[in-house]
């Protein structure tokens, strides 16, 4: 039974910093690929950022440069560091996983895994 557990998210200022947390259960983020996602209210899921088990990273253009996602194998966690945010910003973010997926994927489509999101608000 996969589990995905998000956390961190919160209110911030414009152009503050926040940094997410997804706790894994049932599924190694070393292998597979991992992801975050963003859902603002009646816009389309979007992805943010996907990690392979490489290690290698894909972004969305509206937040390259500014997001950075990480994972940490020993505790089993992904991580989405946020900088520069912007209202826009403003969603409920969360976590993604799959064992197989598409290189560098960043369609909802390809995840088989999600979380239960955690939200993030920009003001």
């Known amino acids: 039974h996969v589990q995905l557990v998000e956390s961190g998210g919160g209110s911030v200022q414009t152009g503050g910093s926040l940094t997410l947390s997804c706790l894994a259960s049932?599924?190694?983020?070393?292998?597979?690929?991992m992801a975050w996602f963003r859902q603002a209210p009646g816009q389309e899921r979007e992805g943010v950022g996907v990690?392979?088990?490489?290690?290698?990273?894909n972004y969305a253009d509206s937040v390259h440069d500014r997001f950075t996602i990480s994972k940490d194998n020993a505790k089993n966690t992904l991580y989405l560091q946020m900088s520069s945010l912007k209202p826009e910003d403003t969603a409920m973010y969360y976590c993604?996983?799959?064992?197989?997926?598409?290189?560098?994927?960043?369609?909802?489509?390809?995840?088989?895994?999600w979380g239960q999101g955690t939200q993030v608000t920009v003001s």
């Open positions: 990690v392979d088990s490489y290690g290698r990273t």
């Open positions: 993604a996983a799959d064992p197989r997926g598409r290189s560098g994927s960043l369609s909802p489509a390809d995840y088989s895994y």
């Open positions: 049932g599924f190694t983020v070393s292998t597979g690929y």
